[in-house]
């Protein structure tokens, strides 16, 4: 059955199609999440917000009213209050009744925020008027079709400045995938939806702040009380309130009782100023002078584009073993390498991601550790790509076939992962394109092909191609071979160093790979200056490698943890791997399995996306050397490894689990809900996640508290504190589970918290609510 839209102001269900004047607004349905109580403040009535679960839309339009100075002349003859309407704006730039500036999210050098369907995400706006009066503030989601799908009541939470804040969601969370049968409709959704911020007159508050004042110093009671008398009529009359039978009693009795002149002022006004009243205040409020905000685009893209968990494996060496007979390595197959998908699938990962699967070339072929010479042996870097066999649009023969590629992709489908590709836009001395566009190439005054260098380094096995030379031509041919495996099955690309390219390269490629395609998301893999990874971003990337690998002392993290939690988050995502094949840091050289167990911890909870190269499960830690990277680098040989021993570490325990928890809970699924906490320890680090319950789909909140040990050789204690007002709550303490250890734990304000490695790296701690089940 298709399901009605909802006003997260009023709670009442909308009709099909409803037209809203500049003070009203669309008719919509009861929240079945919790209300929180409003805060009050000196110059702004402060409600909170009061939405519920996101409900499917129908279409919203407004109109215009030019009844508004008719309507406050008539109110001026009977000596009523005037009711505050909207002022027509002709432009942008022209204020309404009330004035809204800096809504947040906002454009960035041009570019519109970004957000999965159904994640939550912060709002935040200056909302205010001239002298004392009070107002309040809402947000307001469209779809793509321009439907009304939520409004939520903001809070003010800095009166001086005005800020009033809160969240919304984006739709409805889905987990339908490209290739499953649902996938299209849910498409449809997709696109770019629009977010307003509406300031509003908040009378009520003003009237009842003032009346409470004469009535006590008996200062013109009797026309005070008449002016609420005839603000609470309007009230009661007032579509955009979308009133039910309940509530206009609560507001009848108020009228009753304003207008019973045999009752004394005190009583008259206590009617009014009842808890009944202030409840229907806080979550169906007499809103005056709507005032919309400019409309922020957002696009809305597809799930995976911000919550995904990756796991990244060489197909070459799933299922290598060592003949008995010769003592050299086999290497795996396509066909082998279904036990990484099985792997990826076990421990909960979405996303499979494999290096380039292409020919490699023989000409300067790199050896073991990334050695000149290769040995007779040595299979080559895959990043070397093309020789005599074939280029970017063929399979290595020694993985297999095509088809073979096409039934790896159908069982990792099979099995509800994506396979991402790796598209490294680089070529050995023998790829086709050497031959057919030898005008591609940089090519040196004596008439040859120039290798790939950045002094002193020299990578004598590749060719940097020369954009300068034929953009265009470049651009059709690569956008042919990402079609070629799209048509494969491939939703995903990782690119390899896309910042070594030129960003309008990257922006008209992903712009038509994405229109014909589009499904498919990019992940940057650029370890590079932040101003060009945001470029990237802008270009069309979905996620993006990030230093998060580097980010390893409490200072750091805190800092880190908070700027990819933040508002930067709607342009750059940021995916945390604790490791990569080119990256093996100091921190986890020297912690051993609890610095494997810290970093996976703060890579699955600090950020929605995060990733991790097998291997991690058997500790491989062994840099090469001075370098930050692995010793026997699996770009360079096949790697035999002992699987069976996985259960000795227990990494792949933990990797596990924590992919369950961050399924379970959806708090851990978005990138604008992360705070961080004080701990006063240095080698601590604490931040929670909070899903309030008027946006959750069960109707209850959502909270993760983590709490992790930085110090690997060592236990560490500190005192981390929480305001529980924060998470919604009214009481003095929390009731928490250890989703890792499944204890129980109470908690307030202030928290002693002691973790040793040898024990519990972590804490990642739910909030209980009652009836909750064990």
């Known amino acids: 059955m298709a399901r009605k839209s909802t006003n997260h102001v009023t709670g009442q269900a909308e009709p099909a199609e409803t037209k809203m004047t500049n003070t009203e607004s669309a008719t919509e349905k009861k929240p079945r999440g919790r209300v929180k109580k409003a805060t009050s403040v000196s110059t702004a009535s402060s409600t909170s917000s009061t939405s519920s679960r996101p409900r499917k839309t129908t279409r919203v339009t407004r109109t215009t009213t030019a009844a508004s100075s008719s309507r406050a002349r008539t109110h001026a003859k009977s000596g009523k209050e005037a009711q505050s309407d909207s ?112 300031g509003w007159e908040d009378s009520y508050a003003g009237w009842i702040h003032d009346a409470r004042i004469k009535v006590e110093t008996q200062d013109d009671q009797e026309n005070t009380l008449e002016e609420g008398l005839h603000l609470f009529e309007r009230w009661l009359g007032s579509k955009d309130a979308h009133l039910l039978v309940k509530d206009k009693k609560v507001l009848q009795k108020a009228i009753d009782a304003l207008g019973d002149k045999s009752l004394t002022f005190e009583d008259r006004l206590a009617a009014a100023d009842s808890l009944d009243v202030h409840k229907l205040h806080e979550t169906k409020p007499l809103r005056d002078g709507i005032s919309p905000s400019n409309p922020v685009k957002i696009e809305v893209q597809r799930p995976h584009s911000s919550f995904s968990a990756w796991y990244q494996f060489f197909p070459r060496s799933e299922g290598a073993y060592v003949d008995e007979k010769t003592g050299k390595i086999v290497q795996g197959t396509l066909k082998t390498a279904l036990s990484g998908l099985d792997r990826a699938k076990t421990e909960g990962f979405d996303i499979v991601y494999l290096p380039p699967i292409f020919p490699i070339g023989v000409t300067n072929r790199k050896g073991k550790n990334n050695a000149l010479t290769a040995g007779p ?88 191609i020369d954009f300068e030379a034929d953009m265009p031509g470049i651009e059709k041919e690569v956008e042919r071979v990402l079609d070629l495996w799209i048509s494969k099955g491939v939703t995903i690309f990782r690119v390899d160093n896309p910042h070594t390219k030129p960003v309008r390269f990257w922006q008209d490629v992903i712009a038509k790979v994405t229109k014909k395609h589009p499904q498919t998301l990019f992940l940057a893999e650029a370890f590079t200056r932040p101003s060009m990874m945001r470029a990237l971003s802008y270009a069309g990337f979905t996620q993006s490698h990030c230093y998060f690998p580097w980010r390893n002392s409490a200072e750091e993290l805190n800092e880190y943890l908070a700027e990819t939690n933040s508002d930067e988050a709607f342009f750059q995502h940021n995916t945390y791997w604790p490791t990569t094949p080119d990256i093996l840091t100091a921190y986890l050289r020297d912690n051993g399995i609890a610095g494997h167990a810290v970093r996976a911890v703060l890579a699955a909870m600090g950020s929605p996306s995060w990733g991790i190269y097998n291997g991690y499960e058997l500790i491989e830690n062994v840099q090469r050397g001075s370098f930050e990277e692995p010793n026997d680098n699996e770009k360079y040989e096949v790697k035999v490894r002992d699987w069976g021993r996985i259960k000795e570490y227990g990494i792949a325990k933990l990797l596990t689990r924590l ?30 996640r909070h899903l309030p319950a008027e946006l959750s789909e069960n109707g209850k909140s959502d909270t993760v508290i983590v709490v992790v040990n930085l110090d690997g050789h060592n236990a560490q204690q500190g005192q981390v504190h929480i305001e529980l007002g924060d998470l919604g709550l009214t009481g003095s303490e929390l009731r928490l589970k250890d989703e890792l250890t499944g204890r129980d734990f109470t908690w307030s304000y202030d928290n002693y918290v002691s973790l040793a490695p040898w024990a519990d790296v972590a804490h990642i701690l739910t909030v209980r609510h009652p009836g909750d089940k064990d």
């Open 87 to 198: 002022f027509a704006r002709t432009s942008p730039q022209e204020f309404g009744r009330v004035n809204v500036m800096n809504v947040k999210p906002a454009p960035q050098n041009g570019f519109i925020p970004r957000a999965e369907l159904g994640e939550q995400v912060a709002v935040q706006a200056n909302v205010f008027i001239e002298g004392r009066r009070h107002v309040g503030a809402s947000a307001a989601v469209y779809t793509k079709s321009g439907a009304l799908f939520q409004r939520v009541l903001l809070t003010c939470t800095i009166a001086g400045l005005d800020q009033w804040n809160g969240q919304v969601r984006l739709g409805e969370s889905e987990t339908v995938l490209p290739w499953e049968p649902g996938f299209a409709a849910m498409a449809k959704k997709l696109g770019t939806w629009k977010l307003v911020v509406e």
């Open 659 to 688: 992919n369950a928890i961050r399924r379970a809970h959806p708090a851990t699924q978005t990138y604008h809900d992360l705070h961080m906490l004080e701990t006063r320890n240095p080698a601590m680090v604490a931040f929670y």
């Open 377 to 464: 042996d040595d299979p080559g870097s895959p990043f070397g790509i093309g020789s005599d066999l074939g280029g970017h649009d063929t399979v290595d023969p020694l993985l297999g076939t095509m088809k073979d590629f096409e039934a790896f992709v159908a069982y990792a489908h099979k099995l509800g992962l994506e396979v991402a590709l790796d598209f490294a836009l680089q070529c050995s001395p023998d790829h086709p394109w050497v031959e057919q566009h030898p005008n591609w190439f940089h090519i040196k005054p004596d008439g040859t092909i120039a290798f790939a260098e950045n002094p002193p380094k020299k990578y004598q096995d590749i060719y940097p």
